[in-house]
C-alpha cells in the first residue's frame, strides 16, 4: 500500500497598499518637506508677531515668540513718522514702469538674437553676457555722475532708465525664443507682416509664460532695490518704501524700534507675498523649462 505524504506550503499574504498610503520613504519626505518649510518661514513669522508687539515688549527667544498685548500702534507710528503713502506709490511707479520697460526691450533683443542673422552677432552676445561677471556695485559711481549730468537727481527716470535692459533679462528669453519655429515667421513675412507685427503677434503670445516668470522676477528685484534709490534720491517723498524703512531708526531716537520697523517691513513684504502667489505656477514652469531650452 502506497502512502502519499502532503506537504503544506505557508503562504505569506501581503496586503497591497492602497492608492492614498504613502510608504515609509515618501512619509519621512513630507516630515522633511514640513520641518524645511517652517524654518524657511520662521522668519516671516517672527516679523509679523513683532510688529503687532508693543514697543516695550521683549522680542528675544522662543517664550516671547507670540505677542502679549497686540497692536497695530507700531503700524500707525509708521505712517505718523514717514510719508507711507507716498514711498509705496514710488515703489509701486518704479517697479511697475520698470517691469514693464525691461520685459519689452529684453523680449526685443532676445528676438533679434535668436531669429536673425548679422555681422558680429555671436560675438555681441558672448559679450553681453560677458557683462554678467561685472558687479553691480562697480557700475555705481559712473551711474551717478551720469545721472547728475542729465539732471535726474532724485527723479523717477534715474531708477528706471539704467536697469531698463538687463544682460540675463536677453539671455533668459532668448532660450525661449530660440525654439520658436522660423518656419512661422518666414510664413508671417509672406503673408505681408512687419517684423515688428511677427515678433509681436506671432512670437510674443507664444512665449507669455516666459515673460510672465521674468517679468515677476524683475519686479520683485526692483521693488526690493535699495542702492540705487538710497544713492539717486534726497528728498523722504521721493524715497521707494526699502529706503524709507531704513531711516526709522533715526527718526525714533538712539534705540533701535524693532517692533515699528518689523511693522513697516511687513507693509513692504506684503505686495511681494501677493505676486508670487499668483505669478508662482509661471515662475516654477518658466524657470523649468528654461533649463532644457538650449
Request: overall charge positive; aromatic content about 10%; some cysteine.
Amino acid at each position: 500500500m502506497t502512502t502519499i505524504h502532503v506537504q503544506k506550503t505557508a503562504r505569506i499574504h501581503v496586503r497591497p497598499r492602497g492608492p492614498g498610503q504613502p510608504g515609509v520613504a515618501r512619509r519621512l519626505l513630507y516630515v522633511f518637506v514640513a520641518v524645511w518649510c517652517m524654518i524657511a518661514l520662521f522668519p516671516l513669522l517672527w516679523m509679523a508677531s513683532t510688529s503687532l508687539k508693543p514697543v516695550t515688549e521683549p522680542i528675544g527667544g522662543l517664550g516671547a515668540m507670540l505677542p502679549k498685548a497686540p497692536t497695530l500702534a507700531n503700524y500707525a507710528r509708521v505712517s505718523e513718522v514717514l510719508p507711507l503713502a507716498r514711498n509705496t506709490l514710488n515703489s509701486l511707479i518704479v517697479a511697475s514702469l520698470g517691469t514693464v520697460i525691461t520685459v519689452f526691450l529684453c523680449s526685443l533683443a532676445g528676438f533679434a538674437f535668436a531669429k536673425y542673422n548679422f555681422p558680429g552677432k555671436n560675438a555681441l552676445f558672448y559679450l553681453l553676457l560677458a557683462t554678467m561677471m561685472i558687479p553691480v556695485e562697480a557700475g555705481i559711481v559712473p551711474t551717478f555722475i551720469i545721472m547728475r549730468r542729465l539732471g535726474w537727481i532724485n527723479t523717477y527716470q534715474a531708477l528706471i532708465v539704467p536697469r531698463a535692459a538687463t544682460a540675463i533679462g536677453i539671455f533668459y528669453l532668448r532660450q525661449y525664443i530660440v525654439s520658436y519655429p522660423s518656419e512661422l515667421i518666414e510664413q508671417g513675412r509672406i503673408d505681408g507682416c512687419s517684423e515688428f507685427r511677427i515678433y509681436w503677434q506671432l512670437v510674443m503670445p507664444v512665449v507669455a509664460p516666459a515673460l510672465a516668470a521674468w517679468g515677476s522676477l524683475a519686479f520683485i528685484a526692483r521693488w526690493n532695490d535699495f542702492m540705487l534709490p538710497l544713492l539717486l534720491m534726497r528728498s523722504k517723498d521721493m524715497y521707494t518704501l526699502m529706503v524709507a524703512i531704513s531711516v526709522l531708526p533715526v527718526s525714533e531716537g538712539l534705540s533701535t524700534p524693532w517692533p515699528i520697523i518689523m511693522a513697516g517691513t511687513c507693509v513692504a513684504v506684503f505686495p511681494l507675498i501677493l505676486i508670487y502667489l499668483v505669478l508662482q505656477r509661471f515662475q516654477v514652469a518658466g524657470l523649468a523649462l528654461g533649463a532644457v531650452k538650449g
